[in-house]
């Protein structure tokens, strides 16, 4: 009887061991590669790991998938809050057309009215535009309005 309680005592005590070290692994490629969302499984194991080294005759219970669960609820929130914390949402980063209005630009190919062949770079990014008439390349130019994915522009005096 004595063998039987040592023996399961061993394997609870490598099971532990084992856990623990697959959990700080799986936090190791977090840290490597954060946004994989491994930290929550991570954590579980770690902390079982624990539990089985503490009291190995637990870990190789039935009690051991009901504590990974008990635990799996609080951590994924933590974790949530963590990420968020790390990387507040932010809004796009996308500029669209109608946020170009006001701006100044300058021509970059020769903007002719009616036509969408010229263009005008404002704040690092080209546009296709098109004027009331011809303004050739190099002159300062402002958004007075947009469509789509071009925009209407005028000559700066």
Known sequence: MVMADDS???TGVSVGLTLLII???MVLAEAAAPGAFILVPATVLMVLGGIGIIAPNILISWWSPIIAVIM???MTYVT???YQ????PAPPETTVATSLVGMTGVVEHEVLP???TGKVRIANDTWSATSSKAIPPGKKVVVKSSEGVHVMVEEVQ
């Open 72 to 74: 799996l609820v609080p």
């Open 85 to 88: 914390k790390l990387a507040p």
């Open 8 to 10: 399961n005592m061993e």
């Open 23 to 25: 959990g700080i692994l």
């Open 80 to 82: 949530l809050l963590l």
């Open 114 to 116: 009616n036509k969408l």
